[in-house]
Every structure is written in structure tokens, then in C-alpha cells.
């Protein structure tokens, strides 16, 4: 919330003023009725009343302000920088600080404008319209408070990330089992990023859509790579007889100042993986928000394997049109990259070490079908490095000999382990 959030404070304390204004001039208007004796309500009550609901706004504002300040210091050792900047940039707090200041302005003002005569009565208006405001801050500052605990919660953030991360993958998504299917030629044209910033997802049909009839165009950059103003990114081979457009091209390629959850998968590991490190790491170490983050890694590395291919991400159509995006994380990276970090800070203790094998060994049934050695490899070193970490650290041996069973039935380790 930086300079655009402060305008729109500004904003709604005038609309405040503007609004307790415009009701005093209508209370004296139109609503100039005398109550019963009962109901009448002399300044010197009403300007205590309001002073009440003007102090627990301010008192309310206080605490949403505190409030904030908690759940960053509660999170901030257990999720990651850009959580705490999404949840401290959450568009609720900032329009119920628009609306707390506008409800301040709006008492001040019916305040301000009480008569000076102790004979007057006040009307009701203005009143019964600060209590309710006050009454409604109140209900909207709850609201504000279970949102911002859900929004910093770990656990609702791991269940955020992945499934955003899956949903992503849910599109459709064509391969190829050729990787050299670009023209054999020299290219006609080179694609060259337009700005500095982080690659979105590549998505070859949507390309596929701007290229002229026999046209080719190959990225050579994935979701993920950071490129620089003017660096290539791909080539493009003209089409039969007409010329294919880079703008058209580089205009369907992301480029984003900050790497987003939403289309870029790795990113998402990335941070899962951070949340489970951290809380392994943690002073009060949470085992069971670390064997979530490691389920939730798993789910998506999964989720992968089911629905992309080992080729290069590729479209064509039926003139013969082509977009092939290459991928440059090889499956044995990525599997590093993934629980390398939770392997080396979790594996000492056997209830982590033991979900970690887990997670390896359905992996490694799914990949085996697709007779991938590399990546069975790194499966299997993964698995022999969890044993060995579990077995130098503080475990019992019964709980080491029942690892190695466990590895040994998933397939990750053989007998003379």
C-alpha cells in the first residue's frame, strides 16, 4: 500500500467530511421533526456520545494497525518475503482503512457541527448514523482480522500455492517427440525481448495464432529465465511467402518485473520448498507443516509428470505452422531443486525423512514407467541421502532399519543398502 493507498485515505476522509455535511443539512431541511420528550437528546449528551464513537474509531484503527504489525512478526521466519508483501499490499485492509478514516471524518464533522446552546436539542440523524458506523467498523474490523490470519496462515499458503500451481497446469498442452523440429535453415528473423524482468509461462498456441501460414517460431527462454532488455529470446522463420511479424510474437511472451505463482511452476516449488525449510529450521520446529510442504511439492511434481510430456512444449497446425518452446529444466534438476533443500534439513528426523521417501517413491513409480533413467538416478540418490542423513543424525536404529524397509519396498534402494 504506497502512494496510491495514502490518495485514497485522503479521499475518503473528504468524502467523510462531504458526507457528515450534507446529512446535518438535511437533518435541519427535512428532518426538522420534534421527538417525544424521552428521545430528545440535549449537546452536551450527544457531544459525549459522539466523542465515545469518535475515541473507539480511533481505538479501532489502532488495533487494525497492531493487528497487522502481530501477524507479520508471528510469519515472517516462516514464509517467504513476497507472502508478507502480498498480504501487507491486500486490497481488503486497504479500503477498510479508507473506510476507518472516512467514518472519523464523518463523526469529526457531525461533532464539529453541534449547536453551542445548552436549550437545543440535537437531531437524531447525525447520531444514530455515528453509532451505527461505529457498530459497522467494528463488524468489518473481525472480518479483517480472520482474513489476515488466513492470509499469513503457512499451512492456507502451501494449499494457495499449490493449488494455483496445479490449476495452472490443467491447460492444455501439446508435445512433440522430435526437439529438433524447427527448419533445418537459417532463420529469418531473432526475437529480442522487449523488457528486463522475469518470463511468464509460454504458451505455443496462443502464438500459434499470430504466425503466417508455414511460419516457425522457437523460444528459447521458459517461465522462470530472467532476461534483459534487447537479449534474444527465440528465432523466427517466415512463413510461405509472407513474412512473420516478431512484434506479434514478443507481444504474447510475459515479461513481468516480479516472478508470479500463477504460471510459473517452478516458482511455486520454490516456495513451497522455502516454507517447508524455514519451518524445519524454526526455533519450534513444525514437523507437520514441513511433511506438508513436502505432500504439496510431491502433488505438483506429480501433477506435472500426468499432464506434460518429456518433449519440448510445441503447437503446429494443419498448414504446418509451428511454435516450439524449449524447456530448460531437465527433470533431474528440478528434482533437486525440490527437495535437495527439505532432504538437508529435514532428514535427521525420521517422521520428516520418512514422508520425504514417500513422496520420492511415488515419483519414482510414475517415472519408471516412462523408463527415465536420470531421473530414477537422482530418485535414488535422493532416497540413499535421506537414509544416510536419518542414520548420522539422532534416530534410533529401529527407526532407521524401518526407513530403509520403507525405501527398499518403494523401490529406491536396493538389498545391499
Known sequence: MGGTSSLRIVAGTGAGVLAGVALAWASNRWLAWSPPQPFTLGPSTAQALLVGVLGALFTLAAFAFWMRTIAVNLVAGTVPPGVLAAYLGDRFQANLLVATASAVA???????????????????????????????????????????????????VLRAISARATAHLDRPDDRTDDPAAAPDRSPDQVLLSPATGWVGDVDPATILGVLPPGACARIDVSAGDFVMAGTRVGLLWDGHGSAASPEEVIGHLTIRADRSRADDVVFAIDQIVDIGSRALRAQARDMTLAREAIGHVGLIMFTTMERRGAGPNAARDQSGTLVVAVDHLAWPDLLRRAFEPLRIDGARWPVVARQLLSTLGAIHERRGAQQDEPTARELRRLAHATVDECRAGDAIEADVRDLVTHARRLGLLDDEA
Open 106 to 156: 464523518f463523526v469529526s464533522t457531525i461533532l464539529v457541527g453541534l449547536p453551542d446552546g445548552s436549550g437545543e436539542d440535537v437531531q437524531l440523524a447525525g447520531v444514530i448514523a455515528s453509532v451505527l458506523l461505529a457498530i459497522a467498523s467494528l463488524a468489518t474490523l473481525l472480518v479483517a482480522m480472520t482474513r489476515s490470519l488466513a492470509a499469513v496462515d503457512p499451512s492456507r
